[in-house]
């Protein structure tokens, strides 16, 4: 299949790389498959076209790129969206916003992220309650401070889930 995209062109799509989002994402529920294309070889941002909308594309990032102590909590309903077998064979990303095409103004929604169980082809996006998360967190402020810190074991993180 050939989607024609306004920020990519066309883009070649295989039916066995479409990750299907059964409740579409926030906003954008109309648009339930997407596929992931890279955006740059340094693999630190990623692209999610929609399929059923080539209109549609976010750009995502590891939060554990720029938030090393980032934690998910998983609702139970949501592992069961996802057809999980282990919280550990989730994907977790954030949405980036872009002001103004500003990189240094860039920001990350790390109050909803988007989980994939990649094996499946599966996705959904999970609020999470009031906590210590926003929808605006910005990646450069987030990677400064980060760089601060030291984290041995920041590479792999999985979901909660909650009880």
């Not at 992931?36 to 999610?48: M, Q």
């Not at 399929?51 to 995502?60: G, I, K, R, T």
């Not at 990303?93 to 082809?121: C, H, Q, W, Y």
Request: charged share 25%.
């Amino acid at each position: 299949m050939r989607l024609n995209t306004p920020r990519f062109g066309e883009v070649d799509v295989k039916e066995e790389d479409i990750i299907v989002f059964p409740a579409g994402i926030l906003g954008f529920e109309h648009v339930q498959r997407y596929v992931w294309l890279e955006h740059s070889d340094d693999g630190v941002f990623h692209i999610l076209q929609g399929v059923d909308d080539p209109a549609v594309a976010f750009v995502l990032i590891n939060p554990l790129v720029f938030r090393p102590d980032y934690k998910v909590e998983v609702p139970p309903e949501q592992v069961a969206v996802l057809e999980l077998d282990r919280p550990e064979e989730a994907l977790v990303m954030a949405i980036v916003t872009v002001p103004d095409g500003d990189p240094a103004s860039m920001t990350a929604n790390l109050r909803a992220p988007v989980l994939f169980n990649a094996e499946k082809r599966l996705g959904c996006q999970v609020v999470m309650p009031d906590g210590p998360y926003g929808v605006r967190h910005s990646i450069l402020a987030e990677l400064q401070a980060a760089a601060g810190q030291e984290s041995g074991d920041d590479a792999q993180r999985e979901p909660r889930t909650t009880k």
